[in-house]
């Protein structure tokens, strides 16, 4: 269980935004860098102290380092508050893609309809009903969009890196098929 609040008291701001993230992730740098772009850190952005950032964009850190950690579940305390639209629309994109359980609170009505299956309302510290959503937030054809935006994210970043001729060949013939199949899933639509 992985648990994001609003005091970013994990984040040490001598540090990268790269490295801190890494520390705290079982994952190779070529995933954290994606996810770090789909949180809108691109390039060489990830190498910017966390001292000097906005409040939004630590709040993204700190949310990555939850994201990213090895919890299959993860407890979020107004995840939204602080980030820009884009930043949040970047979020919901990513939680949807999360494949663990996420709670949350938020007053953030966007977000509640596009991640939570169920809602517990609270008035005055008081759950007032038990409500189960009738419709999943992300549909089936959605969720395959989202994991071929991700992979293409991924491939670029491979492609910027390579040095290797035969291996930037593959990821460019890898990059045409997923670009064929995300077109392809635009016309079903």
Known sequence: MATFHQRLEQLDEERSILENV???????????????????????EVHKKVGVLSGGERMKVALANVLLSQANVLLLDEPTNYLDLQSRQALVDVLQAYPGTVVFVTHDRHLLQSVATHV???????????????????????KELLTIEIELTETISKLSITTDEAEKDALEKR????????RSLAKRS
């Open 22 to 44: 890494s520390d705290s992730s079982a994952y190779e740098e070529t995933f954290v860098r994606t996810v770090l772009a789909r949180l809108l850190f691109r390039e060489e």
């Open 175 to 182: 990059y045409e098929q997923l670009l064929e199949k995300k």
């Open 120 to 142: 517990l309302p609270l008035e005055k510290g008081v759950i007032t009903e038990v409500g189960r959503r009738t419709t999943a937030p992300v549909m089936k054809k959605d």
